[in-house]
């Protein structure tokens, strides 16, 4: 029998938020970013120990996110129809023994072994851990979305400090030394677990239950919004990556700063993603998520206009802003759609987490290849006008009078 206490939620009423769950699934998406976030860091060091070609490295690389993203609404589709409350702690079991075998893979062939159980782990750490977040969530779903990204924000850019002060000086062994960040996130995941069936299972079918009571849309007008809701996932991972991708590289190539300069401004642009986040869903369930769909993709749209043209003091300014107000969206956008498809939680947040995942990847490759072909600042000059896709969030219905909100 376990020693371990059971997460208190406070109350069990559906209509109240159980901070400390989502506090705990936070923290855990914080070990599950950084874990993942490790591989892309130790790239060269990999390359030189094995002897890889750039090709193999795509291999290893492709090997991670095809199974962090097409698996996920696969898995959140299953968990919709079987709720399995100890999956999150099973998918951490398989991050750890990715990184187990990383760190002691023995050739290539253990190597792709190794990204693709990280994946896994990740593929179904979102889905889950999204479902799990409204479950806690109460009547501040935007909220508790945005309280359980903010952990992966935190720990995707924690994961490649962590591998240069630690991997790379210390050799690729030292990756087992994060399977105890791994063991306590199992700690923490079978905690979340007896929660899940003691009291979230019942929370979920009272919320679906409640949304199911209310008049639905159409089903022409579900997949429309869905369709826009993807445009819109298009147009900020696509910025955003530009950002996160190749921003030092702009800096370096526009102001001739150094690397630890460049290095600062992109720290401060996860900053204000971090806090985009998290105001993106408090606003969202004071205002609604619509518009703050509506005004984090367009409202960025001037300064993403202005910033290939600022000097060095104003394109650091800009970030800021650009940063805040385009991470608002994304837990706006995973609300609005769960609100479309109350019964379909998993299968949702799965999608566009996989969208997320897969359309960061083939920005970065697209736009690696268009500033190869021509410069780093036309690339930026280029993004600056994917924030007019964001016009289309007028074509979203109000949610308030269809599905619910």
Known sequence: MSTTPPIRPGAD??????????????ACHLLNDMMQSLLPAMYPLLKTNYGLDFGQIGLFSFACQVTASVLQPLIGLYVDRRPQPYSLAVGMTSTLAGLVLLA????FTALLVAAALVGVGSSVFHPESSRVARMAAGHRHGLAQAVVQVGGNAGAALGPLLAAFIVLRHGQASVAWFSLAALLGIVFLVR???????????????????AAARP?????????????????????????????SYYTFYLISEFQVSVQSAQLHLFAFL????????AGGWIGDRIGRKAVIWVSIVGVLPFTL?????????????????????????????VYAQDLLP????TV???????????????????????????????YRLCAFLPVIGLLAGLLPDVKKGAGS
Not at 13 to 26: N, P, Q, Y
Not at 220 to 243: D, G, P, Q
Not at 308 to 324: C, D, E, M, R
Not at 354 to 369: D, S, T
């Open 13 to 26: 009423d559906a209509g109240d938020t159980a901070f400390a769950v989502l506090a705990a699934i936070s």
């Open 271 to 278: 900053v204000a993603v971090a806090t985009g986040t998290i």
């Open 192 to 210: 979340i677990g007896h929660w899940y069936q003691a009291h979230g299972l019942r929370r979920m079918e009272a919320g679906t239950a409640h």
């Open 349 to 379: 947040a799965g999608l566009f987490f996989g969208l997320a995942f897969g359309l960061a990847g083939i920005g970065a490759a697209v736009l690696g290849e268009l500033a190869d072909a021509t410069s780093i600042g036309f690339v």
């Open 343 to 346: 019964a379909r939680v998993g």
């Open 306 to 334: 202005v910033l290939p043209y600022a000097n060095l003091f104003w394109t650091g300014v800009l970030s800021v802003p650009i940063g805040f107000i385009m991470a608002s969206a994304f837990p706006a956008i995973i």
């Open 216 to 244: 639905t849309l159409p089903r022409c007008r579900i997949a429309l919004a869905l369709a826009v809701l993807v445009a819109l996932l298009f147009s900020k991972f696509f910025y955003t990556t530009s950002i996160t």
């Open 104 to 107: 002691y893979a023995p050739d």
